[in-house]
Structure formats: structure tokens, C-alpha cells
């Protein structure tokens, strides 16, 4: 069914907001053999879901007149598994229902119970929520649930790995036995399936994830990384493909406390999501990237789980997701409703075949790529700048006059040169990544290693050692610079290098001090003669390298880790250096 056949106030609703024609999804819904019926929906976010329940629920919800009525209880209710998910709802069915004169209410965790309660008792038609809340207010006899004529489960699959099952059960258990259910669910595990039977009678199936766009309108790319230049490659990352909107994942609170207090150090107009966030503080980090005042947004997996904001581009996995699905969980935050986005891995060396495996086990081609270089960034500023310097603009006699007073004063290279230099300003400063592919050293004794020590890590070629990722580690577990690490050999299964004797005594001191019970890459001094150790390595077929120089810390900051309390929206952020510097050891398998 096109869009024109729908009852005239969604239509106007529809084309008001520039859509044109449904999604596959929207399509399938508005079939004539899914009119009225229990519906059971393989569909991802962005395929433009929440519309196609929207509409789905049209015949349970309109008059003849094609409007709303006041309602005693509410006639329908959307579950979703997160706050934000729900907002999101909410706004989407707000201004595709309003002009029915449809009144919803919005009922989520950590927002005034009492508002929402006075919000139920004005006659909500359609509640939106999630099921800890409902459940709540279900309880309290807030919610009556006894009228209801259709019931939406949204992201049913992310609600029941995140244990809401029995919260679900009692809410469905209120409602009337011949209510629509309308399941939503981007997989379809066994629980879901389960869930179906029990609540949903002769449900249609309908699948369109592979007509959707499945991966087809993100790009992925994957970026190995020495662990200690993380931070650098997200910066880099950021300032070269300036994206309207780019959201970025850690693994934890502190990471993200950590990274986007560093961001906007920099200069970045950053927010930061996590569940350390109030619901306020979330809501309007999310209107600060919707009115474009920030652009970029760090969050943990659950805070942005179902986050949908149409100019995002760019999602960057600053720590490798624990699995595929919540790759394509985040990765889906961008390429949404038709658009083109790109994903980004970025990866600590010791851990690109575990993403290997992973991208290889969900079947997403991506591209191995070296991270933008701050020479790549400067060139494509160069280009961006010279775009806007050159495009028309619209000026007034103020702009004139000025304009003419100013070459009454300098030559026009010398206003060029200024007008460039203020463009360049504002940019944050790209970062030099350690050399990937600097010149080795030339072989042979080095000075200052003439009586040198020698240690060993239990990591080898066949763990991906590199020094790439190694030297980093010895300077930050040992605490010399990486001028004071001499020749590293790389073996099969562990890779010897060397330290200055004199120094030796305080590196071990140091390593011990640093070690960590769950570091996996241990360091230990060699026994025995060291030199033929080293011998029996070389024989070993191992192969020898040396420490790229020159070294630059891993920031070039000196005041890294000790961020200064941000300005701008999101909460402040703390000095709480983030752990992804400190795990490489977490990598080798
Ligand atoms: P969802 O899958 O519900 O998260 O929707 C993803 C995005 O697609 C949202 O911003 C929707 O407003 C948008 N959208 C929904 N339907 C359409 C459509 N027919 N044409 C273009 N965009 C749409």
C-alpha cells in the first residue's frame, strides 16, 4: 500500500516529514494479509520500525473520521527495552499521531513517576515505556491496561537478554486475551520464539532484513592500532572525516568518562552517554547533537542502545564489541533509512584475529585500513577548507565596507593568509601515530647496551607480537622510554629484548610494581646467560628487530590522563585515565 492510501492525517503527516515511500518494512505492515492480525517482525533499527508499527496499529486506533477519540484507558502500548529507545518512540509517534489528536505518554526509568502518573490519568490513547517502569505503574494501579486493543514489543530480543522477561509476562497477562501483538525483534533466538507462541495467535511472519539494507549502507572498516595510540587514532578518525554526527564506543563508564573529557580537551564538541548519566543529563546530551551544538558522542553499549539520529555517519568501536551482534547493534546507530555510513574497528594489534573471527563469523566484509595519518588530516582540511573558502557566499554593504577597509590596510594574500589561518584555528590538532611502517634501525650493538640485561615475554610471533604494540608495553610496564630498549627478537612463542644493564635493576622494580593479575603478557628477567639465550633464538629462526625510533610519548600531551573538566553538554567528566591503555595483554590468545 502506498503512502496516499493511508487515512488522509497520517499521509499528511508522512509527507510533512519529506517521506515519500515506505520502507520494505512499512511496506510489508500495510499488506492487506497483515490487516488487523498479530504481527511477528524480523526487522533491524533504522529500517524505519517504528513507523511501520505506527501505521500497523492505524485500524486499532482511528475513528472513522479518521482522528483519535479521548480515550477512558489507553488503546495502545509500545514496549522498548531502553529509556532512550523509548523517547525516540515517543517523538515518532507524536508527530505522526498528533494531528489525529492522539495524547501519549511516556513512561521510563528514571523520569517523574508522578508526572507520568497525572499523564495516565488525562487519557493517554497510546503509552510508551519500558517494562520495569509499566510494570510499576501497572502495579500501582496507574496503568489500566484493560481496554487495550494493541500491544507493541520493540527490540523484543534485546528486552529478554536484559532479563525483562517476567517484567513482560505481567504486563501481558494485564491486557484484554484479543489484543493485536506486535512483535518487533531484529533476531529471532528460541526465547522469542517462545514469547510468540504464548502471546501472539496465528501471527504473519514477515522478514524484509535482507531488503532492508542489512550492511549494505555501512561501510566497515578495521584500523589495528598500538594499544598506546588509541586515543590518537579516534582523534585522527574524528578530524578526518568530520562527520556531522559520529558516535563512539567503549567498553565501560570510565572510558568514556575518560575519553570524552580528552575529547573536548581537544576541542571536540563532545557528549558523553552512559549509565552514569541521569535521564535528564541523557536527554540533553541527545538535543545537543539533534540542534548540532556537539557532534560527537561517547557512549557504552547500553546507553545508546536503539539511539537513532538521522546525520550520524560515522560510528566509531573505540573498543572492540564483546560480539557480533553488538557490533551490528552500534554499527546501526549510522546508515539508517537508506543513508550511507561508515563503522570503524579500531583494533589493539594483539587482538586483530579475534576481530577477524568475529567480522568473519557475521559475514561483514571489511576493509584493513592504516588510521587517517596527520598528514592525510591536513590534506583533506586543505581540500574542506578551500570547498568552503570558494563557495558563493551572500554578502550585505556592511560586509562591503568592511571588506574595502581591510584592503585599504593589508595586501589580499596578507587577508587570505588570515582568513586561512582563523579556518585552521578551530580545528582540534590531529595526532602523529607511532610509525607503523618506520625505517628499522640498522642491526648492531647500540650504545649504552654493551653489558645490557635481557627479559622475556611470553608472547611470540604466533600471539601476533609486534613491536609495534610491544614496545609501548615494555615502556609502560617497565617505565623507561623507548630509547632505552635495545635490540627485540620475536620468536615462535615469546620474544626476548634488551635493556641497558645499569638499568636493569629498576625496570624489573618496575615491571614487577605494574603487573597485573590479569595481564596475560607476563615479563620476566631472562636466567641464566643471557646472551645465549639470545643466541639460541636467532637460531631459533627468530626474527630480529629493533625499536622504531624516534619516540614520541603516546599523546604527545603532558598533561594526558589528567583531563581538565569539561565544558559543553554532558556530564563532567572525571581524571580517571581510561583502561584501554593498559590491556594489551588482554589480546594474545
Ligand atoms: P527506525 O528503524 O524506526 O529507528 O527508523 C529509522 C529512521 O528512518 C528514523 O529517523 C525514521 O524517522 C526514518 N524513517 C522512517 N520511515 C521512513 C520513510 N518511509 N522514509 C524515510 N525515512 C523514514
Redesign the pocket.
Known amino acids: 500500500m502506498p503512502?496516499s492510501d493511508l487515512p488522509p492525517i497520517l499521509g499528511t503527516a508522512?509527507s510533512e516529514?519529506?517521506?515519500?515511500?515506505?520502507?520494505p518494512?512499512?511496506a510489508a505492515v500495510l499488506e492487506a494479509d497483515a490487516y488487523g492480525r498479530d504481527l511477528i517482525v524480523s526487522?533491524?533499527?533504522?529500517?524505519?520500525?517504528?513507523?511501520?508499527f505506527g501505521l500497523a496499529m492505524a485500524s486499532d486506533l482511528l475513528s472513522d473520521d479518521g482522528r483519535l477519540p479521548p480515550a477512558a484507558a489507553p488503546l495502545a502500548l509500545v514496549i522498548a527495552p531502553t529509556r532512550e529507545l523509548a523517547l525516540?518512540?515517543s517523538r515518532?509517534l507524536i508527530w505522526l499521531y498528533g494531528k489525529a489528536g492522539a495524547r501519549i505518554a511516556t513512561c521510563v526509568g528514571g523520569m517523574d513517576a508522578g508526572k507520568e502518573r497525572r499523564a495516565l490519568g488525562y487519557g493517554a490513547q497510546i503509552v510508551v515505556g519500558t517494562p520495569g517502569r509499566l510494570r510499576d505503574h501497572l502495579e500501582r494501579g496507574a496503568l489500566d491496561l484493560s481496554a487495550l486493543r494493541a500491544v507493541v514489543l520493540d527490540e523484543a530480543d534485546e528486552m529478554l537478554d536484559m532479563g525483562f522477561r517476567e517484567d513482560l509476562e505481567e504486563i501481558l497477562d494485564a491486557t484484554p486475551a484479543e489484543r493485536r501483538t506486535l512483535l518487533f525483534s531484529a533476531t529471532m533466538p528460541a526465547p522469542i520464539v517462545s514469547l510468540a507462541r504464548r502471546y501472539q495467535r496465528d501471527a504473519l511472519r514477515i522478514s524484509t532484513v535482507s531488503e532492508d539494507r542489512g550492511h549494505g549502507d555501512i561501510s566497515y572498516q578495521a584500523m589495528a592500532v598500538a594499544p598506546a595510540d588509541i586515543e590518537n587514532a579516534v582523534v585522527n578518525l574524528l578530524r578526518f572525516h568530520e562527520a556531522e554526527t559520529a558516535m563512539l564506543f567503549c567498553a565501560t563508564r570510565d572510558n568514556v568518562r575518560h575519553l570524552h573529557a580528552s575529547l573536548i580537551e581537544r576541542g571536540f564538541a563532545a557528549v558523553a552517554l552512559s549509565g552514569e548519566h541521569s535521564q535528564n543529563e541523557r536527554n540533553s546530551a541527545l538535543q545537543a547533537l539533534r540542534d548540532k551544538r556537539a557532534r560527537v558522542c561517547v557512549a557504552t553499549d547500553v546507553a545508546a542502545r536503539?539511539i537513532?539520529?538521522?546525520s550520524l555517519s560515522l560510528v566509531v568501536h573505540v573498543e572492540i564489541p564483546r560480539d557480533a551482534e553488538t557490533l551490528q547493534h552500534r554499527s546501526g546507530r549510522t546508515g539508517?533509512?537508506?543513508k550511507k555510513g561508515t563503522a570503524v574497528l579500531i583494533v589493539p594489534y594483539p587482538r586483530r584475529r579475534r576481530v577477524e573471527g568475529m567480522l568473519r563469523g557475521a559475514r561483514i566484509p571489511a576493509e584493513w585500513v592504516p588510521a587517517p595519518s596527520a598528514a592525510d588530516i591536513r590534506k583533506a582540511d586543505s581540500e574542506r577548507m578551500l570547498a568552503a573558502l570558494l563557495a558563493p557566499v551572500e554578502y550585505d554593504e556592511h560586509d562591503q565596507a568592511l571588506a574595502e577597509r581591510l584592503l585599504a590596510e593589508r595586501s589580499p594574500q596578507e587577508i587570505a593568509a588570515a582568513l586561512v589561518h582563523a579556518h585552521r584555528a578551530r580545528l582540534p590538532e590531529p595526532e602523529d601515530l607511532l610509525a607503523s611502517d618506520a625505517p628499522q634501525e640498522p642491526r648492531g650493538p647500540r650504545p649504552g647496551f654493551e653489558g645490557s640485561a635481557w627479559f622475556r615475554i611470553n608472547v611470540g610471533r604466533n600471539q601476533n607480537a609486534d613491536p609495534r604494540w610491544i614496545l609501548p608495553l615494555i615502556c609502560r610496564r617497565g617505565h623507561v622510554s623507548r630509547s632505552e630498549i635495545g635490540a627485540i627478537r620475536i620468536a615462535a612463542h615469546e620474544t626476548l629484548f634488551e635493556v641497558p644493564g645499569p638499568l636493569a635493576a629498576r625496570f624489573l622494580d618496575a615491571v614487577r610494581r605494574t603487573a597485573n593479575e590479569e595481564d596475560e603478557v607476563e615479563i620476566q628477567p631472562v636466567d641464566g646467560k643471557p646472551r645465549d639465550e639470545a643466541r639460541r633464538h636467532r637460531r631459533d629462526n627468530a626474527r630480529p628487530v629493533h625499536a622504531p625510533k624516534p619516540y614520541r610519548a603516546h599523546t604527545g600531551r603532558p598533561d594526558h590522563g589528567k583531563p581538565s573538566a569539561p565544558k559543553g553538554p554532558g556530564k563532567p567528566a572525571g581524571g580517571k585515565k581510561g583502561n584501554w591503555h593498559k590491556k594489551p595483554g588482554k589480546g594474545p590468545k
Open positions: 503512502f508522512l516529514r519529506g517521506y515519500a515511500a515506505p520502507t518494512v512499512q526487522a533491524q533499527t533504522g529500517s524505519g520500525k517504528t513507523v511501520a525516540q518512540v515518532e536503539g537513532d539520529l538521522p539508517r533509512a537508506g
